[in-house]
């Protein structure tokens, strides 16, 4: 079965600081996506950046891109220029592509507190 | 687009009675639909999923004639949680795949919170 890590229970930097989150998986498949949701105080899931395994590029979204190392089973998210509205949990998931297994798993969670 | 609800957003009962969660998408057509439980500060556990005009698939451990999914059609589906207990306070939180589109697209909705007293 897969598995999701995410080590950082929580995590606090200043305003406009860069920040990175770490996840590392477990998965015996070889084509899969990662993904980072985010979860403010309002409990909304909201999708923050999408990987696909097949893709050795890194994903950006604006502010927010990954490191996918995929040999190393890696998935770290970095947040640049850091704003008071990152302040969140966010939570690490990993996607199959196998029959059966296409449901989300989801790491434990870092707690991100962006200060003023 | 591709936007998700719950009804009702929060709810509290007495223990013994029963409670229904309804879980609509509200612009597209949802083949799958996903049922998870968020204790505070714990994660996303997902409890079951459900395909429109078919039996849902619970995950291990998750009592399926208590937490009871009806996917009636293509932008409804319903956790019925019966006889609750305390211990069944929790936050739940639904979310839809589409009719068409990319199979890894998932869209939430914006959760449940149940007291049982």
């Known amino acids: 079965a897969q598995t999701v890590t995410q080590s950082q229970p929580e995590m606090s930097v200043q305003e406009a600081e860069t920040v990175t989150l770490s996840c590392t998986y477990d998965?015996?498949?070889?084509?899969?996506?990662l993904f980072w949701y985010k979860q403010p105080p309002s409990r909304q899931m909201i999708l923050v950046i999408r990987?696909?395994?097949?893709?050795?590029q890194n994903a950006t979204e604006n502010r927010f891109s990954v490191n996918f190392q995929k040999a190393a089973k890696s998935f770290s998210l970095k947040i640049s220029d850091s704003q008071l509205g990152d302040t969140a949990m966010y939570f690490c998931?990993?996607?199959?592509?196998?029959?059966?297994?296409?449901?989300?798993?989801f790491g434990q969670g870092t707690r991100l507190t962006i200060n003023p | 687009g591709a936007v998700v609800s719950q009804h009702p957003s929060w709810v509290i009962c007495k223990s013994g009675t029963s409670v229904k969660i309804e879980c609509r998408s509200l612009?597209?057509?949802?083949?799958?639909m996903f049922w998870y439980r968020q204790f505070p500060k714990q994660s996303l556990m997902l409890m079951a999923t459900?395909?429109?005009?078919?039996?849902?698939?619970?995950e291990q451990g998750v009592e399926k004639d208590k937490f009871l999914i009806n996917h009636a059609s293509l932008t409804l589906s319903t956790l019925t949680v019966t006889s609750a207990h305390p211990e069944d306070s929790s936050f739940y939180i639904c979310?839809?795949?589409?009719?068409?589109?990319?199979?890894?697209?998932?869209?939430f909705g914006p959760g449940t919170r149940l007291t049982v007293t």
């Open positions: 459900s395909n429109e005009g078919s039996k849902a698939t619970y």
């Open positions: 990987q696909e395994a097949y893709k050795q």
């Open positions: 612009d597209f057509q949802a083949t799958t």
């Open positions: 998965t015996s498949e070889n084509n899969y996506y």
């Open positions: 998931a990993f996607r199959g592509r196998l029959q059966g297994a296409q449901k989300l798993v």
């Open positions: 979310s839809a795949r589409r009719l068409s589109g990319p199979s890894y697209e998932q869209y």
